[in-house]
């Protein structure tokens, strides 16, 4: 696993990627174990014109009864701005599942949604033997040049953020409601870019809506507008002008 990780790393920094801490509240390995598992490794990107966001990619690799090494893509938007301001905000204003999600993830996507999304588990690489390793990265790093890239171009910039937080989760079960979290997270975002008629033409929309995510309620979302109006008293303002 260690040497996986090590030349994912190499490989991973070429496209402007740095390792770092593990970014959600799982860790970088299975605690408590001298032989872990489970490890995951986490490497970030800044992105300009997004103050405070980070791309990132996270490899997990997990070991299989066999002996194989199984490695799973991840990409995600993640921002600990986003983090904060959640954390000031009453639970009954976040979606209900608010607790098990990562507190600063905005967006995600598993590798195989991008390829196998009636069955993700396909995007798994398998290293069986150290020989393996060399052609396992260079399938991985096929993600990341590929659909991996061409998704965190899409989420690059506030405007498409403000457009996908009307949209289902890729690869979500729910694809007829958008995702409550990232929405939430983009009202956050566009707020503190000074994207105030923006948010208050979203919020008018999902407020309008005549249903939700399983996760979000009409009084969730009441909830919210109210909760985001002391915090941005200028949305506050706009809203009842």
Not at 40 to 54: C, E, K, P, S, T
Not at 101 to 110: A, C, G, H, K, N
Not at 161 to 168: G, Q
Request: charge should be negative; include cysteine.
């Amino acid at each position: 696993m260690k040497s996986t990780i090590a030349k994912l790393g190499e490989a991973l920094a070429v496209e402007g990627f740095t390792q770092c801490e593990a970014l959600d509240r799982h860790g970088e390995a299975q605690p408590g174990k001298r032989y872990p598992r489970w490890r995951h490794a986490w490497f970030a990107a800044d992105i300009d014109g997004l103050l405070g966001v980070r791309q990132a990619v996270m490899a997990s690799l997990t070991l299989d009864r066999d002996g194989c090494i199984g490695l799973f893509g991840w990409a995600y938007l993640m921002s600990d701005v986003v983090r904060q301001i959640r954390a000031e905000l009453p639970i009954d204003a976040l979606e209900s599942a608010a607790g098990s999600l990562e507190p600063s993830r905005i967006d995600f996507v598993s590798f195989g949604d991008f390829r196998y999304p009636q069955n993700v588990s396909r995007a798994k690489i398998w290293v069986a033997v150290e020989a393996d390793i060399d052609t396992s990265v260079a399938e991985f790093m096929d993600y990341v040049r590929g659909e991996v890239r061409d998704w965190f171009g899409q989420v690059s910039t506030i405007n498409d953020l403000l457009t996908r937080a009307r949209e289902p989760a890729l690869g979500a079960i729910d694809q007829l409601n958008p995702a409550p979290e990232r929405l939430r997270d983009v009202v956050i975002l566009a707020l503190l870019a000074g994207r105030v008629q923006d948010v208050v033409s979203l919020m008018d929309w999902y407020r309008g809506r005549d249903q939700f995510h399983d996760w979000d309620s009409a009084e969730r979302v009441a909830a919210f507008d109210a909760a985001i109006g002391v915090r941005f008293p200028e949305y506050a303002a706009t809203r009842s002008a």
